[in-house]
């Protein structure tokens, strides 16, 4: 090997330095209430409407921003089910937004942190793995259980504690 070409080896910065790899995590109950009050205090009804439609869908960030009126809401009424085809890439800076208005950094989380949230609220209130397993269409509880961030032990710990 020459100087040459360790010197270009050397030069090589990775694509994800400095980042934050890996799942990220779900916003906790508090956040997801700071900032709906903030945005309703503020009058940012669009906003609001967003957050709650993301939260509420389990769709990613870039997946609500893409939504258009008619498809949540024909004819000007809300509809009860909506069908969005989920997109696996993309992201928006309207979550970025609304994380450091509450004062959350907002590199600690995704647009997928918005997905999460619903699954992990739920397991949280209810325990039932199954549930949140249903929810997010997952066919393995194993991938249920990682996607939450949990150790399989500590479900079904949390599993016969709570009665369904």
Same mark, same amino acid.
């Given at each position: 090997?020459?100087?040459?070409?360790?010197?270009?080896?050397?030069?090589?910065?990775?694509?994800?330095?400095?980042?934050?790899?890996?799942?990220?995590?779900?916003?906790?109950?508090?956040?997801?209430? +700071?900032? &709906?009050? %903030?945005?309703?205090?503020e009058? /940012?009804?669009?906003?609001?409407? =967003?957050?709650? !439609?993301?939260? $509420?869908?389990?769709?990613?960030?870039?997946?609500?921003?893409?939504l258009?009126?008619?498809?949540?809401?024909?004819?000007?009424?809300?509809?009860?089910?909506? +069908?969005? &085809?989920? %997109?696996?890439?993309?992201?928006? /800076?309207?979550?970025?937004?609304? =994380?450091?208005? !509450?004062?959350? $950094?907002?590199?600690?989380?995704?647009?997928?942190?918005?997905?999460?949230?619903?699954?992990?609220?739920?397991?949280?209130?209810?325990?039932?793995?199954?549930?949140?397993?249903?929810l997010?269409?997952?066919?393995?509880?194993?991938?249920?259980?990682?996607? =939450?961030?949990?150790?399989?032990? $500590?479900?079904?710990?949390?599993?016969?504690?709570?009665?369904?």
């Amino acid at each position: 090997m020459t100087d040459d070409a360790s010197t270009s080896e050397s030069k090589h910065v990775p694509w994800n330095k400095g980042k934050i790899v890996g799942a990220k995590p779900p916003l906790r109950s508090k956040h997801v209430w +700071s900032i &709906r009050t %903030k945005l309703q205090v503020e009058g /940012r009804i669009r906003d609001l409407a =967003l957050f709650n !439609i993301a939260i $509420d869908s389990k769709l990613r960030g870039c997946d609500v921003v893409a939504l258009k009126v008619d498809e949540v809401a024909p004819s000007g009424y809300a509809a009860d089910r909506a +069908s969005v &085809r989920q %997109k696996k890439t993309g992201s928006t /800076r309207l979550l970025s937004g609304w =994380l450091a208005g !509450i004062g959350l $950094d907002p590199h600690l989380f995704g647009t997928h942190s918005l997905r999460r949230t619903k699954a992990t609220l739920i397991y949280r209130r209810t325990g039932n793995l199954r549930a949140v397993q249903l929810l997010l269409r997952h066919t393995k509880i194993e991938s249920t259980v990682r996607y =939450l961030g949990i150790e399989v032990d $500590d479900a079904l710990a949390i599993a016969e504690q709570v009665d369904v």
